[in-house]
């Protein structure tokens, strides 16, 4: 049963302080899927998106309760080492963060830091997760210039390529797009199609078509609750709160 | 009263803090072209190389050149991983608590203390208390705690320049934070530690004070043997033939804060250059 759910989420609490940021959220995503996040600013997704890998762990007065379980280890447990926990859910930003390298160094970074691969395998891994992050094609010629120097749209491909470098399961994506034009978007959303073969992903999107055109289950925030879960078609046809309808159709938010 | 238009007033600001800067910028022409136009001729390689000699009143200052090589040296040695060290704990892992306002504080008003407070320090503790004698490593120590304020401000103001969505990316995808630091963070802000390390050697290199009861002797007639003898150094050795020695020729004067004041140039320089390195090099 446990290897069909990626994540298991249940009851989780998030609180910034005193500020609660989530609450009481319950939440199966299973492999293989998208499953998008939606809601107004300040609503929790992404908070919620981060709890997923243990990143909100590096802010300071932060609580947590409730349990996460991934492939039916409870992610939040003692005994986890939360490094390789974030080699396994990886994460790709808002705005597109290569470091100031060349591309292949960028994509060589994780794979160098965990000693993933050396030498010939290293080349190899590179080039394989520029393949899978669609981006071989418009770089090959030139491994060695700049990660600056290429569109906005090509950083964040760059981005994913980097992340898809250390072998995660799952990729979690906040609001990978906000940043970029319709067209560079539109190789994104491609991409996040390609990619759902091989990995399980969660995307924070405030675009309503986007959430629509890409994802399989749809989860709508409001105020820090996760109001309405369901497969994507219907959030978007017969959500079954209004105030969801609402949202989805564009009248508030 | 006179209106002047606010084109008038524009013209008399800018002429005024034009001057302003012209003014700040004439007197260290005159020092530094004066010097160098007096001393340039007494500066030869037997100037350089030889050992003072006739009461200091002929021959070179090799000695003096050496030993204030061998206190940058030690000093280095001692304030670099110090200074480096405290930077990365002050601005990557110290959480923002009474503490670490306190050292930070105490670090700003360490780089106010005028020095020759760090030179009677360095006496009492160094050279008295753990009784190292007036020796160059208690000059190289007392000169450390003068210059590990300086270095560890610069080093942890470069990095915290480093964009903290490097960080972010690289904890994202699973690397510790010694790694992101080593990997990431100090790679970048490497100019800017550099930067900082040669100006808080350059101001050990040329302060009297410190080692004045500390390391520094009016005369040796050799090269130090070991880290626990004295050394004659530059600035110590101007202050030396230009008040104490009488009728001192006045070209060795010129010729020795010629080569004091190539010595504190040269490594202004350097620190000017890996500053425009480090900005072409930026990019975020």
């Known amino acids: ?253 | 009263m006179i209106r002047l238009s606010r084109h008038h007033t524009e013209r008399i600001v800018f002429a005024v803090i034009g001057l302003a800067s012209v003014a700040t910028a004439v007197p260290i022409i005159i020092i530094v072209s004066s010097i160098f136009f007096s001393g340039a001729e007494a500066v030869s390689w037997q100037f350089l190389l030889e050992m003072p000699r006739d009461g200091m009143r002929s021959g070179g200052i090799w000695p003096a050149i050496i030993g204030t090589i061998y206190l940058v040296v030690g000093t280095g040695l001692i304030s670099i991983p110090l200074g480096v060290a405290s930077a990365i704990y002050l601005s990557e892992y110290a959480a923002d608590s009474y503490w670490t306002r306190m050292i930070r504080l105490a670090i700003v008003n360490l780089a106010g203390i005028p020095s020759v407070v760090y030179g009677l320090f360095g006496l009492g503790l160094f050279v008295l208390f753990l009784d190292l004698g007036s020796s160059i490593v208690a000059a190289c120590l007392t000169l450390s705690i003068m210059t590990i304020p300086v270095i560890i401000s610069t080093a942890e103001e470069a990095l915290r320049a480093v964009p903290q969505s490097f960080r972010v990316v690289s904890v994202g995808m699973g690397a510790t934070r010694w790694q992101t630091i080593r990997r990431v963070v100090l790679p970048q802000a490497l100019p800017g530690i550099l930067t900082g390390v040669i100006l808080g050697l350059n101001r050990a290199a040329g302060e009297t004070a410190p080692i004045l009861f500390t390391g520094a002797a009016f005369f040796l007639p050799k090269l130090p043997n070991s880290i626990f003898d004295q050394t004659m150094a530059l600035p110590y050795h101007l202050f030396v033939i230009s008040t104490q020695v009488p009728e001192m020729p006045i070209t060795i004067q010129y010729g020795t804060a010629t080569v004091l004041l190539a010595f504190v140039l040269i490594m202004n320089i350097l620190a000017a250059s890996v500053r425009s390195w480090q900005r072409r090099k930026r990019e975020w």
């Open chain 1, 1 to 253: 049963m446990s290897d069909e759910i990626t994540f298991q989420i249940e009851q989780l609490n998030f609180y910034y302080g005193n500020t609660q940021a989530l609450c009481d959220v319950n939440m199966t995503v299973l492999p293989r899927e998208i499953t998008a996040l939606i809601g107004p600013s300040g609503c929790g997704k992404s908070t919620f998106l981060r709890c997923l890998n243990r990143m909100n762990d590096t802010i300071t007065d932060t609580r947590i309760s409730g349990s996460i379980v991934l492939n039916g280890q409870n992610i939040y447990a003692p005994n986890i080492d939360e490094t390789e926990l974030r080699r396994q859910v990886g994460l790709v930003f808002q705005r597109p963060n290569p470091f100031p390298q060349s591309i292949f160094d960028n994509v060589a970074f994780g794979p160098r830091v965990l000693g993933i691969a050396t030498g010939n395998d290293l080349h190899e891994l590179v080039v394989q997760s520029l393949r899978a992050a669609a981006l071989w094609d418009e770089i090959k010629e030139d491994l060695k210039q700049p990660a600056l120097s290429l569109s906005l749209g090509q950083q964040q491909r760059l981005c994913i390529a980097r992340v898809l470098a250390v072998t995660p399961d799952v990729i979690l994506m906040d609001e990978p797009c906000s940043a970029l034009d319709p067209i560079a978007t539109n190789q994104i959303e491609e991409l996040i199609q390609e990619l759902k073969e091989h990995y399980t992903i969660v995307i924070v999107t405030h675009n309503m078509q986007q959430a629509a055109r890409v994802s399989d289950k749809t989860g709508f925030f409001w105020l820090g609750e996760l109001i309405e879960f369901d497969e994507t078609t219907t959030i978007f046809t017969r959500p079954s709160l209004q105030r969801t309808e609402d949202y989805v159709t564009g009248r508030f938010g």
